[in-house]
């Protein structure tokens, strides 16, 4: 009989359903909104009805005494409070002064919602106005109202970047272009609402049903917070209806529940409404952006200069920090020898910004992209090769210390071009412009430069991995990673069957729980594939060795003649099966000093932490990516529909094709509500538009065609060569969408987003 | 407290009885009264259709719908379809076609594509792009969800029962 043999399979690039589609698609996944704890009460929140107002009194008596209500508190109630966000500007509950219109100043627990809600009608609270301050254009006006007294000139944060010198780049250009773009703002919408659940024991351990993508930072935050230790903390993440960057900072809400949940002894659950997401959840940061950039005749980059004011809002979360990731692609996107930057965030009265997938970069490339297309035509290109001839190259060290290990930019570029044949509808539709008609079809490209090998903006860029291998050859993977319905549990599962050869069902992902789960950074940056998938990888591979060390001496084979294969321990030159694994995992299992529980970490990836000139390199790889939009302008109605979206990304090697797939597609539809229907409409600091209704997201008809292509550069620090691409797909779509209209129409439009309204004033010249 | 009433209606294909307060939506009521969450709360007033349920064959925006006019109707939540075998191609292709993300949009998307393929088996990708618009999703562009629907139209809509 001749021996069983068994062949090598790989999951790597192939389509991998999500390991918890099934129990999501059939209703039964559990989310924050869907548990309830024995005992439990229902918070909410009181909020301020001014823009910028004294609070001189608040008189919550009435609400205490309504029938179900436990407590109700105000800044007096927690002295102990101490002030939260990246300034750490603001308290929780505010004391004596609101400063806008989400402000939070009194919260109550009751033993319904109904019940909360009916108790904050019954608070009572005086005001006495303030001057509001609306205009971050007038922030710094001598006269304007100080907001915060640590920041006397209302400057909540600046950035200066510098290389070369731009006198002498200016000097040195045939052509200068310089415009000013306003971005406006966006916010997540993530379908599930944002919500917590906090719990005390009896021993005065606290436990966080939290929806945070940053579960070990915040476990730091809150204990400053409480002034207890942090290893009385443990948070528990239950599966989140999306994420995009809006969960990477404590906002109010978290704490006050926390604070009630102690108060009353009781667990206490706090759901947002949808109105109340749109109200005080965070937005994108938005952005007036001045950008003056020159080339030479011959089609090279000499410089740019970059002045942008951030509309930093009433307090301070991610959206003020934005420009690290902003200046990365005014300086290192293409070739420019001279840049110079800077960015101010001033406060105001209005809503504030926090991180939203792409940091800033949205903006960036939406600036940037469209000087490109202007600086071409000056200089007499085609704009795809003046891009080609500015694009960066592997191997190139960026002034501003970018080090582009793998880099797979002029691919995405002429990928997508032909692929959308780019150079001559471009011609064409330029020709077609004056023809009859009130429809006209313009095509547009933009590229972006992102982190893709995470991003060293903390002590730490790791993450942990536990692998426990049971004795039926069973996996369960114990990582710091969350899942924020990106997919990390089904490529990390994947990364581990590769190094093990186990089949994807004999995997088990454990990723929500800080008491159980090892350290990791967060899910932020893109980077949790990169990291959590290096730090599963090094785990499998111990276990790898452990195993096939054990084998070895089994077989009488040396442990580098073997392998494992579906389940199996086989000779590597010819497949024969030597045994199941799971037989030798019990054989070790009941041995001395099996340990088959095995730790790894990813501590560090090799990226360096930014000097204060902000020059170092910060990811340990980048992800490259070229978009081209086709569209329709109606010329008449000022209308845009989008046909054709052709996308090229260099994300290193594809792990799951239909994860990475719906990554993308989901990025270019939230690109595409970003340019063209998406705005979260401040008059006055108050937010006219919180509901689906006024507030459009893009739906299912109006998603364009998307044709998808990958360019795998096998990054040689990456998980089996990838890197990250979670946030890349949204970035280019506002840019390309601008530079089709101007191929369609002839007129270039700087400022977000394009509604019907604003492209026929532009058309007609009487953009407002 | 409100006023109460009783009323007795098919949830699912089990006859219920419940008394719950006039003012109470169906959505609260399917969540907070009958513990079955998979019908979710997206916006409250009818604009995403993550809370879509079907009443008398119809689907409806539960969140805008009082539980008291439940009252004498048949209805099927994500809970009757996940139980459903002749819906089991629709739940396998969109888990197979990735049209499942963070999850939040999808019981509302199952039972929206469930109705959307009981009034037209072989519905065309435009009919299922109109038939799915009022369920709004931020994770995955509705590409994968479309297809998702499109490879059970073209296979039929669903099996024989």
Redesign the interface.
């Known amino acids: 009989m001749s021996p069983v043999t068994v062949a090598r399979q790989s999951l790597i690039g192939r389509?991998i359903?999500?390991l918890?589609?099934?129990e999501?698609?059939?209703?039964?996944?559990?989310?924050i909104?869907?548990i309830d704890l024995p005992g439990q009460l229902h918070a909410k929140i009181l909020r301020s009805s001014r823009l910028h107002a004294r609070i001189l009194s608040i008189d919550t008596a009435k609400a205490a005494a309504l029938p179900g209500v436990h407590c109700v508190i105000t800044a007096a109630d927690v002295p102990e409070q101490r002030p939260i966000g990246v300034n750490k500007d603001q308290l929780p509950l505010k004391t004596d002064r609101v400063r806008s219109y989400r402000d939070e100043i009194a919260a109550v627990a009751a033993e319904s919602p109904e019940i909360a809600e009916a108790a904050l009608g019954l608070i009572e609270v005086t005001y006495e106005d303030l001057p509001p301050l609306v205009d971050p254009r007038l922030s710094k006006q001598p006269g304007a109202p100080i907001l915060h007294d640590r920041a006397a000139d209302n400057v909540a944060m600046t950035f200066t970047y510098q290389n070369g010198d731009v006198a002498e780049g200016e000097a040195e250009s045939d052509f200068v272009v310089e415009d000013e773009f306003s971005l406006h703002y966006v916010t997540?919408?993530?379908?599930?609402?944002s919500g917590v659940i906090a719990e005390f024991e009896p021993s005065g351990n606290l436990t966080l049903y939290s929806n945070t993508q940053v579960p070990f930072l915040h476990k730091r935050e809150f204990a400053e917070l409480l002034g207890i230790d942090p290893g009385r903390i443990r948070i528990i993440q239950p599966?989140?209806?999306?994420?995009?960057g809006s969960k990477l900072d404590i906002y109010p809400f978290e704490p006050i529940c926390i604070f009630l949940a102690k108060k009353t002894g009781r667990p206490v659950k706090l759901v947002f409404?949808?109105e109340e997401e749109f109200l005080a959840s965070p937005t994108r940061q938005p952005v007036i952006l001045r950008l003056r950039s020159g080339a030479r005749k011959d089609g090279t980059l000499t410089f740019r200069t970059v002045r942008t004011l951030h509309d930093n809002g009433a307090y301070t979360s991610w959206g003020a920090t934005t420009p690290f990731v902003m200046m990365q692609t005014f300086s290192s996107l293409y070739r420019v020898p001279h840049c110079d930057y800077f960015t101010e965030a001033v406060y105001t009265n209005n809503p504030y910004a926090g991180s939203f997938r792409g940091y800033g970069n949205l903006q960036a490339t939406f600036a940037v992209e469209q000087h490109m297309d202007k600086l071409a035509a000056l200089v007499g290109m085609d704009p795809l090769d003046f891009r080609l001839k500015n694009a960066q190259e592997p191997g190139e060290v960026t002034p501003q210390g970018m080090h582009f290990k793998s880099c797979g930019f002029k691919d995405c570029l002429t990928i997508a071009a032909r692929r959308s044949d780019y150079a001559d509808k471009r011609r064409q539709y330029e020709a077609e412009r004056r023809q009859p008609g009130t429809v006209k079809r313009g095509i547009g490209i933009a590229s972006m430069l992102h982190v893709g090998g995470g991003a060293k903006i903390y002590p730490s860029d790791g993450c942990g991995t536990i692998l426990k291998l049971d004795d039926f050859a069973h996996v369960t993977l114990i990582t710091g990673a969350s899942e924020?319905?990106?997919?990390s549990e089904t490529v990390l599962a994947q990364l581990v069957c590769e190094e093990l050869g186990v089949p994807l069902d004999a995997v088990t992902v454990v990723n929500n729980d800080t008491d159980i789960t090892p350290w990791d950074v967060g899910v932020h940056a893109s980077r949790t594939t990169f990291i959590a998938g290096n730090s599963a990888i090094g785990a499998a591979r111990k276990a790898r060795e452990k195993i096939l060390l054990a084998a070895a001496k089994v077989t009488n084979l040396a442990a580098e003649q073997l392998d494992l294969r579906q389940g199996a321990i086989v000779r590597s030159e010819d497949g024969q099966l030597l045994m199941p694994l799971a037989k030798m995992l019990r054989s070790l299992h009941f041995s001395d000093k099996a340990e088959l529980v095995i730790t790894s970490h990813y501590y560090e990836p090799p990226s360096q932490h930014q000097d204060k000139e902000f020059k170092g390199d910060v990811s340990a790889a980048y992800a490259w990516a070229t978009q081209v939009v086709e569209l329709e302008v109606d010329t008449a109605t000022g209308i845009v529909r989008l046909d054709k979206v052709t996308a090229a990304h260099d994300v290193g090697r594809v792990l799951n094709r239909?994860?990475i797939?719906?990554q993308i597609?989901?990025?270019?539809?939230?690109g595409q509500g970003y340019a063209l229907t998406e705005d979260l409409l401040v008059e006055e600091g108050v937010c006219r538009n919180p509901?689906?209704?006024d507030y459009k997201?893009?739906?299912?008809?109006e998603?364009p065609e998307?044709d998808i292509s990958f360019v795998e550069t096998q990054d040689g620090e990456g998980p089996q060569g990838a890197k990250g691409v979670g946030e890349a797909p949204a970035i280019c779509m506002a840019a390309a969408v601008a530079n089709a209209i101007e191929n369609a129409t002839g007129v270039r439009i700087t400022s977000l987003p394009f509604t019907p309204e604003r492209v026929y004033r532009a058309l007609r010249a009487i953009e407002d | 407290m409100s006023l109460l009433r009783e009323i007795r209606f098919t949830l699912n294909g089990v006859a219920r009885q419940v008394s719950v307060p006039v003012t109470m939506t169906a959505l609260a009521m399917l969540r907070d009264v009958l513990h079955l969450t998979g019908t979710k709360y997206g916006c409250g007033e009818g604009e995403c259709g993550a809370c879509t349920i079907l009443v008398d064959g119809r689907s409806v925006n539960s969140c805008v719908m009082f539980a008291v006019d439940c009252d004498g109707r048949q209805v099927t939540t994500i809970e009757g379809i996940a139980a459903d075998a002749q819906w089991q191609p629709l739940r396998e292709s969109l888990v197979e076609h990735g049209g499942v993300q963070c999850g939040f949009c999808t019981p509302g998307m199952v039972v929206q594509a469930s109705h959307v393929l009981s009034r037209d088996p072989h519905a065309d990708r435009q009919a299922i792009k109109r038939g799915l618009e009022g369920n709004l999703c931020r994770c995955t562009g509705y590409k994968k969800i479309v297809d998702a629907v499109v490879a059970v139209a073209d296979a039929g809509g669903k099996v024989a029962p």
């Not at chain 1, 999501?24 to 989310?31: I, L, V």
């Not at chain 1, 997540?188 to 609402?193: E, N, W």
Request: charged share 20%; proline share 7%.
């Open positions: 389509r359903p999500k918890d589609a099934p999501k698609a059939s209703g039964q996944t559990r989310y909104q869907d997540h919408c993530c379908m599930g609402v599966p989140i209806g999306g994420g995009f409404s949808r924020i319905g990106q997919g239909l994860g797939e719906g597609e989901g990025g270019i539809v939230m509901n689906f209704r997201l893009v739906t299912a008809p998603i998307m």
